[in-house]
C-alpha cells in the first residue's frame, strides 16, 4: 500500500530563512507525490506536482520540490521564508490504480519576524 | 470559474439531528470527492464519485452516512442522526481527472459541530 510520512508536526524559521519541509512516501510502483497549502478556514490549495518527468519541481509562490528515488523522498522547500508562507503543508501521494489521495498528516508552518 | 461551491460554510446541530451538507463541483470536472479532516484523523476520503456514480464509498464511517450526485452539478453528504465525534470540517473536491496537471480543486470546507 502507497503511503507518505510527514517529519515534523510544526516547523518554525524566520522570515527570510529557508524553509524545508519533509516527506518521504512508500510506493512499490512509480508514485505521483503532491504538496498541497491549507491557509486557515480555506481548502487545500495545489502547489506542485511530480509526475515522474522532470525530478525538480517548480510550484507556486517561490516553493520547489525533489523527487529523490533513492531516498524515497519529496521534500519541499524554498529559499526564503514570507510572513504570507504561515499555513499548514500537505504532502500526499495518489494510490495506484485509483484517483484517491493518500495524504500525510500535515505539517504546521510558523514564521517568525 | 467560482471553484468548488460548498455550503453551508459552517453548521451546529445537537445530537441526533439530520445534517446535510452541500457540494457544488466545477464545471466539466468528473470527479468529485467527499474528504473530512480532524486533528485526531487528518484527511479521510469518504467517498468519490466519477460521472455521477460512487466509485469507493470505503472511507464512510457508518451507516449513518450517505452521499449522492444526482447531476454532474451537486452532490450532498448526508449525516443521520449526527453525533458529536461527527464534528468535523468536511471538504468536498473535484477533478477533470485523477492526474489532473491542476489536482484536484478543493472547496473552503464545511465545519461541523454537533453538539
Redesign the interface.
Known amino acids: 500500500a502507497q503511503s507518505v510520512t510527514q517529519l515534523g508536526s510544526h516547523v518554525s524559521v524566520s522570515e527570510g530563512a529557508l524553509v524545508l519541509l519533509r516527506c518521504n512516501y512508500s510506493s512499490s510502483v512509480p508514485p505521483y507525490l503532491f504538496w498541497y497549502v491549507q491557509y486557515p478556514n480555506q481548502g487545500l490549495q495545489l502547489l506542485l506536482k511530480y509526475t515522474s518527468a522532470a525530478t525538480l519541481v517548480k510550484g507556486i509562490n517561490g516553493f520547489e520540490a525533489e523527487f529523490k528515488k533513492s531516498e524515497t523522498s519529496f521534500h519541499l522547500t524554498k529559499p526564503s521564508a514570507h510572513m504570507s508562507d504561515a499555513a499548514e503543508y500537505f504532502c500526499a501521494v495518489i494510490s495506484s490504480g485509483t484517483y484517491k489521495y493518500i495524504f500525510g498528516t500535515g505539517t504546521r508552518l510558523k514564521v517568525l519576524a | 470559474d467560482a471553484g468548488?461551491i460548498q455550503s453551508p460554510r459552517h453548521e451546529v446541530t445537537e445530537m441526533g439531528q439530520e445534517v446535510t451538507l452541500r457540494c457544488k463541483p466545477i464545471s466539466g470536472h468528473d470527479?468529485l470527492?467527499w474528504y473530512r479532516q480532524t486533528m485526531m484523523r487528518?484527511?479521510e476520503?469518504l467517498i468519490?464519485f466519477?460521472n455521477n456514480v460512487p466509485i469507493?464509498d470505503s472511507g464512510m464511517p457508518e451507516d449513518r452516512f450517505s452521499a449522492k450526485m444526482p447531476n454532474a452539478s451537486f452532490s450532498t453528504l448526508k449525516i443521520q442522526p449526527s453525533e458529536p465525534r461527527d464534528s468535523a470540517v468536511y471538504?468536498c473536491?473535484s477533478?477533470h481527472?485523477?492526474?489532473s496537471?491542476?489536482?484536484?480543486t478543493?472547496?473552503?470546507?464545511t465545519r461541523l459541530t454537533v453538539v
Do not use: H, M, R
Not at chain 2, 496537471?101 to 484536484?104: A, D, E
Not at chain 2, 478543493?106 to 470546507?109: A, D, K, L, V
Open positions: 468548488v470527479y470527492f487528518g484527511l476520503l468519490y466519477n469507493d471538504f473536491a477533478s481527472d485523477g492526474l496537471p491542476y489536482g484536484y478543493f472547496g473552503s470546507g
